[in-house]
């Protein structure tokens, strides 16, 4: 990227060093020099320091509306109006990392628009009905206005797509939604994991273990439910979030919850676990990928990210188990093959598995990625 001079990357909101800042940060490597835009930035200093090389982003009006900190969701509905508020006008590339509005950034016909897409507004498009079904609005007037507001945003979200020059997917997954909303082919690269922090260990101890935050698609409580079923099986769940009592509520003795916790301390449960469950449709999913760098094999949904991360047990050098249904029976018949077949899944394969996700094999691909581009739109243009 040494051509390019000028680079602007745009965010969707900065609250947390959460998956999307990962990949982030890892963005900001490839291009150091580059200035950094969001609708809101609530990092703190000392994760700024550390991840994001001190850079505070250019944000928006809603940076300064009451409550912006904590219930930044709320002002979803004027989040368009306010990416679009941003100027960028006098970069020649800008990147956008975007799970919401990011995309949406206005750029003209001088300047090349790259938007790594993590999804598609999951709540806005085909996952519209079952988040409106777990926050119990699927009826009434506050329903409907909710729902006419996401018709609005489906609309500017399809229309936006157009400023876009170039769509990269975090899987073929997510290329797959692209092409759905926006009718627009995905180049795909792989979102960074830190392979290097994490240590295998040959040696398991007999417990499971998830971690999550803990909110309704990530199916923490199907876990905690099946686990209730097996009392005989070890549980530990790692995570806070606001499901956080539901999900006490329905645990059994065999289940430790232990609540948020820190990097080394989630390494080390991960480490010593003899799986790892994961329950969600992820659109990548980067824990189940930290727990195979750790030699830790997976028992995960099959749909969505997983199913590219995690290597099936029919397949060779298998590192997982899938389950076809997020049900509690489908769950528990998929432990009890692992543990039939444990054997089969070495540390050693789920390591090399896990490598190939790595922050040096991303920034090699993202910075080669965008120099080619940037080059194709330098002769184009000439």
Request: glycine share 4%; aromatic share 12%.
């Given at each position: 990227?040494?051509k390019?001079?000028?680079?602007?990357?745009?965010?969707?909101?900065?609250?947390?060093?959460?998956?999307?800042?990962?990949?982030?940060?890892?963005?900001?490597?490839?291009?150091?020099?580059?200035?950094?835009?969001?609708?809101i930035?609530?990092?703190?200093?000392?994760?700024?320091?550390?991840?994001?090389?001190?850079?505070?982003?250019?944000?928006?009006?809603?940076?300064?509306?009451?409550?912006?900190?904590?219930?930044?969701?709320?002002?979803?509905?004027?989040?368009?109006?306010?990416?679009?508020?941003?100027?960028?006008?006098?970069?020649?590339?800008?990147?956008?990392?975007?799970?919401?509005?990011?995309?949406?950034?206005?750029?003209?016909?001088?300047?090349?628009?790259?938007?790594?897409?993590?999804?598609?507004?999951?709540?806005?498009?085909d996952?519209?009905?079952?988040?409106?079904?777990?926050l119990?609005?699927?009826?009434?007037?506050?329903?409907?206005?909710?729902?006419?507001?996401?018709?609005?945003?489906?609309?500017?979200?399809?229309?936006?797509?157009?400023?876009?020059?170039?769509?990269?997917?975090?899987?073929?997954?997510?290329?797959?939604?692209?092409?759905?909303?926006?009718?627009?082919?995905?180049?795909?690269?792989?979102?960074?994991?830190?392979?290097?922090?994490?240590?295998p260990?040959?040696?398991?101890?007999?417990?499971?273990?998830?971690?999550?935050?803990?909110?309704?698609?990530?199916?923490?409580?199907?876990?905690?439910?099946?686990?209730?079923?097996?009392?005989?099986?070890?549980?530990?769940?790692?995570?806070?979030?606001?499901?956080?009592?539901?999900i006490?509520?329905?645990?059994?003795?065999?289940?430790?919850?232990?609540?948020?916790?820190?990097?080394?301390?989630?390494?080390?449960?991960?480490?010593?676990a003899?799986?790892?469950?994961?329950?969600?449709?992820?659109?990548?999913?980067?824990?189940?990928?930290?727990?195979?760098?750790?030699?830790?094999?997976i028992?995960?949904?099959?749909?969505?990210?997983?199913?590219?991360?995690?290597?099936?047990?029919?397949?060779?050098?298998?590192?997982?188990?899938?389950?076809?249904?997020?049900?509690?029976?489908?769950?528990?018949?998929?432990?009890?093959?692992?543990?039939?077949?444990?054997?089969?899944?070495?540390p050693?394969?789920?390591?090399?598995?896990?490598?190939?996700?790595?922050?040096?094999?991303?920034?090699?691909?993202?910075?080669?990625?965008?120099?080619?581009?940037?080059?194709?739109?330098?002769?184009?243009?000439?």
């Amino acid at each position: 990227m040494s051509k390019v001079i000028n680079t602007a990357v745009v965010a969707d909101w900065l609250v947390t060093y959460a998956g999307a800042e990962r990949v982030l940060c890892e963005m900001l490597k490839t291009v150091p020099h580059a200035d950094l835009f969001a609708v809101i930035d609530f990092i703190d200093e000392t994760t700024r320091k550390k991840y994001f090389q001190g850079k505070l982003a250019q944000t928006t009006f809603i940076q300064h509306l009451p409550f912006a900190q904590k219930k930044y969701r709320n002002y979803l509905p004027f989040m368009p109006y306010a990416i679009e508020q941003l100027d960028v006008s006098k970069y020649d590339v800008v990147i956008s990392s975007s799970h919401a509005v990011a995309k949406g950034i206005l750029t003209g016909p001088d300047q090349l628009h790259i938007s790594y897409v993590h999804s598609p507004i999951r709540y806005a498009w085909d996952l519209q009905h079952q988040y409106l079904n777990e926050l119990n609005l699927n009826k009434g007037l506050k329903s409907l206005i909710i729902r006419w507001l996401l018709h609005k945003i489906r609309m500017w979200d399809y229309r936006t797509s157009n400023g876009v020059d170039h769509f990269v997917a975090n899987s073929k997954f997510i290329a797959r939604r692209i092409k759905k909303v926006y009718g627009r082919e995905a180049d795909i690269i792989y979102p960074p994991v830190n392979t290097d922090i994490f240590q295998p260990k040959d040696n398991k101890d007999n417990y499971y273990v998830t971690a999550s935050r803990m909110v309704p698609y990530k199916k923490i409580d199907l876990i905690v439910e099946s686990f209730s079923h097996m009392k005989d099986k070890k549980l530990v769940v790692i995570g806070d979030g606001p499901d956080m009592e539901k999900i006490k509520a329905k645990a059994s003795s065999n289940i430790e919850i232990l609540g948020y916790q820190n990097n080394d301390v989630m390494q080390e449960y991960m480490r010593n676990a003899k799986a790892f469950v994961f329950a969600a449709e992820e659109d990548f999913g980067i824990t189940p990928v930290e727990a195979q760098a750790c030699g830790t094999p997976i028992i995960a949904f099959g749909k969505g990210g997983a199913l590219e991360t995690v290597v099936g047990k029919n397949a060779e050098n298998p590192t997982g188990v899938f389950f076809e249904e997020q049900k509690i029976d489908s769950l528990i018949k998929a432990i009890s093959s692992f543990e039939r077949e444990q054997h089969i899944y070495t540390p050693e394969n789920c390591r090399l598995n896990a490598l190939k996700f790595s922050t040096d094999r991303f920034n090699q691909e993202f910075s080669k990625y965008i120099e080619d581009k940037w080059n194709l739109f330098q002769i184009s243009n000439n």
